[in-house]
Protein backbone atom coordinates (compact mmCIF):
# COMPACT_ATOMS: atom_id res chain seq x y z
CA UNK A 1 0.00 0.00 0.00
CA UNK A 2 1.43 3.40 -1.04
CA UNK A 3 0.84 6.32 1.75
CA UNK A 4 0.92 9.58 0.51
CA UNK A 5 1.01 12.46 2.94
CA UNK A 6 0.48 16.39 2.24
CA UNK A 7 1.76 19.10 3.99
CA UNK A 8 1.52 23.41 3.56
CA UNK A 9 -1.65 23.52 3.81
CA UNK A 10 -2.91 27.18 5.44
CA UNK A 11 -4.77 30.83 5.79
CA UNK A 12 -3.34 33.18 3.65
CA UNK A 13 -4.54 36.66 1.96
CA UNK A 14 -5.69 36.84 -1.19
CA UNK A 15 -2.53 37.85 -3.40
CA UNK A 16 -0.32 35.14 -1.22
CA UNK A 17 1.51 32.23 -1.85
CA UNK A 18 2.13 28.83 -0.01
CA UNK A 19 3.50 25.64 -1.01
CA UNK A 20 1.99 22.18 -1.07
CA UNK A 21 4.31 19.11 -0.26
CA UNK A 22 3.41 15.37 -0.47
CA UNK A 23 5.55 12.77 -0.06
CA UNK A 24 5.30 9.44 -0.96
CA UNK A 25 6.21 6.31 0.66
CA UNK A 26 7.15 4.59 -2.53
CA UNK A 27 9.43 5.45 -4.97
CA UNK A 28 8.64 7.77 -7.88
CA UNK A 29 10.00 5.34 -10.69
CA UNK A 30 6.66 3.06 -10.07
CA UNK A 31 4.78 6.23 -10.66
CA UNK A 32 3.23 6.85 -14.34
CA UNK A 33 1.77 10.32 -12.71
CA UNK A 34 1.62 12.85 -9.41
CA UNK A 35 -0.63 15.13 -9.36
CA UNK A 36 -2.69 17.62 -7.53
CA UNK A 37 -6.57 17.81 -7.17
CA UNK A 38 -8.76 19.94 -5.00
CA UNK A 39 -12.29 19.62 -3.61
CA UNK A 40 -14.74 22.36 -1.92
CA UNK A 41 -18.11 20.95 -0.33
CA UNK A 42 -20.95 19.46 -2.87
CA UNK A 43 -18.73 19.98 -6.06
CA UNK A 44 -16.89 17.32 -7.53
CA UNK A 45 -13.07 16.96 -7.33
CA UNK A 46 -11.26 18.48 -9.73
CA UNK A 47 -8.09 18.17 -11.21
CA UNK A 48 -5.17 20.96 -10.17
CA UNK A 49 -1.85 20.03 -11.86
CA UNK A 50 -0.22 17.18 -12.95
CA UNK A 51 3.22 15.90 -13.61
CA UNK A 52 4.21 12.65 -15.64
CA UNK A 53 7.54 10.47 -14.45
CA UNK A 54 9.50 12.49 -17.52
CA UNK A 55 8.29 16.08 -16.06
CA UNK A 56 5.53 17.03 -18.59
CA UNK A 57 3.26 19.13 -16.72
CA UNK A 58 -0.52 19.92 -16.91
CA UNK A 59 -2.64 22.66 -15.42
CA UNK A 60 -6.16 23.49 -15.12
CA UNK A 61 -7.22 26.59 -16.78
CA UNK A 62 -8.08 28.51 -13.65
CA UNK A 63 -4.54 27.94 -12.35
CA UNK A 64 -2.14 28.28 -15.24
CA UNK A 65 0.47 31.06 -14.90
CA UNK A 66 -0.27 30.91 -10.69
CA UNK A 67 0.69 27.79 -10.16
CA UNK A 68 3.47 25.28 -10.57
CA UNK A 69 3.83 21.82 -9.72
CA UNK A 70 6.91 20.09 -10.17
CA UNK A 71 8.97 17.17 -8.05
CA UNK A 72 12.13 15.70 -6.33
CA UNK A 73 12.73 12.35 -7.68
CA UNK A 74 15.20 11.27 -4.89
CA UNK A 75 12.74 12.58 -2.02
CA UNK A 76 9.50 10.54 -3.65
CA UNK A 77 8.08 14.25 -3.03
CA UNK A 78 5.82 16.83 -5.47
CA UNK A 79 5.29 20.19 -4.64
CA UNK A 80 2.54 22.60 -5.81
CA UNK A 81 3.94 25.88 -5.47
CA UNK A 82 0.72 28.27 -5.39
CA UNK A 83 0.81 32.06 -6.04
CA UNK A 84 -1.17 34.94 -6.25
CA UNK A 85 -3.59 32.92 -4.53
CA UNK A 86 -7.61 33.90 -4.37
CA UNK A 87 -10.53 33.51 -2.21
CA UNK A 88 -11.88 30.67 -5.20
CA UNK A 89 -8.94 28.63 -4.60
CA UNK A 90 -9.90 28.23 -1.14
CA UNK A 91 -10.64 24.03 -1.02
CA UNK A 92 -8.89 20.86 0.61
CA UNK A 93 -6.18 19.66 -1.54
CA UNK A 94 -5.51 15.79 -2.13
CA UNK A 95 -2.28 14.34 -3.82
CA UNK A 96 -2.58 11.68 -6.14
CA UNK A 97 -0.27 9.05 -7.56
CA UNK A 98 -0.73 6.53 -10.19
CA UNK A 99 0.99 4.05 -10.64
CA UNK A 100 2.34 1.26 -13.53
CA UNK A 101 -0.74 -1.09 -13.50
CA UNK A 102 -3.08 2.08 -13.54
CA UNK A 103 -3.85 1.96 -9.49
CA UNK A 104 -4.01 5.25 -8.01
CA UNK A 105 -3.64 6.72 -4.63
CA UNK A 106 -5.00 9.56 -2.65
CA UNK A 107 -3.49 11.59 0.25
CA UNK A 108 -5.48 12.68 3.24
CA UNK A 109 -6.22 16.17 2.07
CA UNK A 110 -4.79 19.38 3.33
CA UNK A 111 -6.93 22.80 3.66
CA UNK A 112 -5.91 26.00 1.46
CA UNK A 113 -8.01 28.92 2.72
CA UNK A 114 -7.50 32.47 0.93
CA UNK A 115 -9.05 34.96 2.46
CA UNK A 116 -8.56 38.52 4.27
Known amino acids: QVQLVESGGDLVQPGGSLRLSCTASRAFSSFNTMGWYRQVPEKARELVAQ???????NYASSVKGRFTISKDNAKSTVYLQMNSLEPEDTAVYYC??????????WGQGTQVTVSS
Open 51 to 57: ITSVGST
Open 96 to 105: NAEDVFSRRY
